[in-house]
Nanobody, 114 residues
Framework: QVQLVESGGGLVQAGGSLRLSCAVS????????MAWYRQTPGKRRELVGI???????TYANSVKGRYTISRDNAKNIVYLQMNSLKPDDTAVYYC????????WGQGTQVTVSS
């Protein structure tokens, strides 16, 4: 079955960086566009960015220029490099397909202190 396992979250000061990883199994990873999402309590899950099967990326305006999504098709891992973090970036971060078509993983908590 499909499994998405996010890791790499933590507590960081504003202006700092984190790199999240998402290990994917149960799908033909290399042909799937993947995405990162985030959610804060009481809010809907929002799309952070997408990486196509070919490596093309698009980002939400709120993270453009600060976040970078990449993928390793040999390891079935998608990454989210987050730089210049802000307190508003605090959320649980999830990966999924570009259409959020797979069962959600547990996510990884990112907390940015001011």
């Amino acid at each position: 079955q499909v499994q998405l396992v996010e890791s790499g979250g933590g507590l960081v000061q504003a202006g700092g960086s984190l790199r999240l990883s998402c290990a994917v199994s149960g799908i033909t990873f290399r042909v799937n566009a993947m995405a990162w999402y985030r959610q804060t309590p009481g809010k809907r899950r929002e799309l952070v960015g997408i990486i196509s099967s070919g490596g093309t990326t698009t980002y939400a305006n709120s993270v453009k220029g600060r976040y970078t999504i990449s993928r390793d098709n040999a390891k079935n891992i998608v990454y989210l490099q987050m730089n210049s973090l802000k307190p508003d970036d605090t959320a649980v971060y999830y990966c999924n397909g570009a259409f959020s078509q797979f069962p959600w993983g547990q996510g990884t908590q990112v907390t940015v202190s001011s």
